[in-house]
């Protein structure tokens, strides 16, 4: 039902119910015209008497005051043009979608949207990127292995599970490749990676890869996948390829792993046995050596004495022909010397006198006596001399 301010009739919402005064307006007190409506004429020439007032010359029909409102607006919608690039941000300008060039860190300018746009991506971030598994929340364990990732084949058709990290930053110097050149950074840089991988792990064996050549496989898929991305343009520098896990297939490991501990035992076996072929060998060729030198020596020294024995023998016949008695008696003699000279001997006189026994002066034994009583005086002596102090 419309309603009425008039005060007759008991007021409108904002009037007052049986008293005297007249009607209000939500804005405070009514109109001072008798209770009736306010002109809406009214109202809107006079905001437009104080919008002359403001604006210089009094009247907006101007064109003058039209083009410094129109200045004032482009004023303000250049001065939005300023932008700050972070010491860890590189600054991409574009004009009207068009590359124009990099700024770096500071207050800098470019054309405002939506003329110009500039996109500030972080250059010094560096970004984890997990292939053949997905860490926890956390980032500190391992959730769950993702095989379709982490199998492949190596060089000698087996199979082998690499779970392995990449980390790489925006290239400083080509932050616009990067822009530009990739819609999905994460899902290609990871492709790459994995790609890489695969190639690198195809041309090696599997024992190598599980042992001995984890570090160069990392350092040339790194190597692989930085090349790929440059070809690209991606704008992307790979820093690092960090292998977390390099093992067989989970249901074949247990086996592998008793495979593997087998060939280990047969070289460690293989190796005693090198060790002790190369301490026995040497020992009995020095052995053999020695034995070949004592014969050589023995072969010298019974020549050496047969020959000294032949030119004695000759010099003593060439006295022999010179004397042959006297050689034979001084033969016999010196032979009987060197027989009887050691021994025990009873002289028996063979003429029939007395018992037929000769009695003799043992001089040597009495003289060897004598030397044992002296020394053993000569102990006791000092033994008494000793036990006096």
């Not at 607006?73 to 590189?90: D, H, I, K, Q």
């Not at 860190?105 to 746009?117: A, K, M, Q, T, V």
């Not at 020549?303 to 032949?310: H, L, R, S």
Request: hydrophobic fraction near 35%; charged fraction near 20%.
């Amino acid at each position: 039902m419309p309603w009425s301010n008039q005060s007759g009739g008991g007021g409108g919402p904002w009037g007052q119910r049986g008293g005297s005064g007249g009607g209000k307006s939500p804005w405070g007190s009514g109109p001072q015209n008798n209770g009736t409506p306010p002109d809406l004429e009214d109202i809107l020439r006079r905001g437009q008497d104080r919008l002359k007032g403001i604006i210089p010359g009094g009247s907006m029909g101007g064109g003058k005051g039209i083009a410094l409102l129109a200045l004032a607006v482009l004023a303000v919608w250049l001065l939005t043009g300023f932008y700050t690039v972070r010491p860890n941000e590189v600054g991409i300008n574009m004009v009207f979608g068009k590359y124009t060039g990099t700024s770096g860190e500071g207050l800098r300018y470019n054309w405002p949207y939506p003329i110009g746009r500039v996109q500030k991506p972080n250059v010094t971030e560096q970004q984890r990127i997990e292939v053949g598994y997905r860490s926890s929340p956390n980032g500190q364990t391992r959730s769950r292995d993702v095989i379709e990732e982490s199998l492949m084949l190596t060089g000698d058709e087996n199979i082998v599970d690499i779970d392995f990290d990449l980390v790489w930053q925006v290239n400083p110097a080509r932050a616009q490749d990067y822009v530009f050149n990739l819609q999905n950074p994460t899902g290609t840089i990871k492709s790459v990676a994995e790609s890489a991988m695969r190639e690198v792990v195809g041309r090696r064996q599997i024992q190598a890869i599980l042992t001995t050549d984890q570090a160069s496989v990392a350092q040339e898929v790194r190597q692989i996948a930085q090349d790929a991305l440059d070809a690209y343009g991606a704008g992307v520098l790979v820093n690092v390829v960090q292998l977390q896990a390099v093992q067989p297939p989970a249901d074949v490991r247990q086996a592998f792993f008793d495979v593997n501990a087998a060939q280990q035992d047969a070289v460690r076996v293989q190796n005693e046995a090198e060790t002790f072929a190369s301490q026995v060998v040497p020992q009995a060729r020095g052995e053999a050596a020695r034995a070949v030198q004592q014969a050589e020596g023995y072969r010298e020294q019974s020549v050496a004495d047969a020959t000294g024995q032949a030119a004695r023998f000759s010099k003593v016949y060439d006295e022999y022909q010179k004397a042959p008695a006297i050689i034979r008696e001084r033969i016999f003699l010196e032979t009987m010397e060197r027989v009887f000279g050691g021994m025990e001997k009873v002289i028996i006189d063979q003429n029939g006198q007395g018992q037929g026994v000769v009695p003799y002066l043992p001089l040597n034994e009495m003289q060897r006596r004598q030397g044992a009583a002296n020394q053993g005086a000569a102990n006791q002596a000092a033994t008494n001399q000793g036990a006096a102090r």
